[in-house]
């Protein structure tokens, strides 16, 4: 049997959701600065990528981001919403459900981004 083969046979049998439960428990390290508006952390062995607290941006939006950050740190939110696995076929997807009215969700974020736009 290759290695590849026992890497996924590895991966199938619960190792994604022992990664997200030692990640959900581990300190955050930042990493580095992903272009101008995302960053690279680290908690234990997954990688995050969050949007900057960026100068300029709007009280309502700099909320937002900030609770969509504490939320993809911590893997809680403070509506509620916690990271769920999500498996599809041999592929596995950590998401996070916000209420509808979440300032954290996509759709909320979206909305301000609309409306408010983004420093330059
Ligand atoms: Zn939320």
């Given at each position: 049997m290759s290695a590849g083969r026992k890497q996924r046979r590895h991966i199938g049998a619960g190792c994604v959701e022992a990664v997200v439960r030692e990640a959900a428990a581990a300190p955050p390290t930042y990493l580095r600065p992903l272009g101008a508006y995302y960053e690279v952390w680290k908690k234990a062995s997954m990688l995050v990528v969050l949007p900057k607290l960026i100068e300029g941006l709007a009280p309502e939006v700099l909320n937002a981001v900030d609770r969509r950050r504490r939320a993809s740190l911590t893997?809680?939110?403070?509506?509620g919403a916690r990271w769920r696995v999500i498996r599809k076929g041999r592929t596995a997807q950590l998401t996070m459900h916000h209420q509808v009215?979440?300032?954290?969700?996509d759709a909320v974020l979206v909305g301000l981004h609309n409306k408010h736009g983004w420093p330059a």
């Open positions: 893997g809680t939110c403070d509506c009215d979440c300032s954290a969700s």
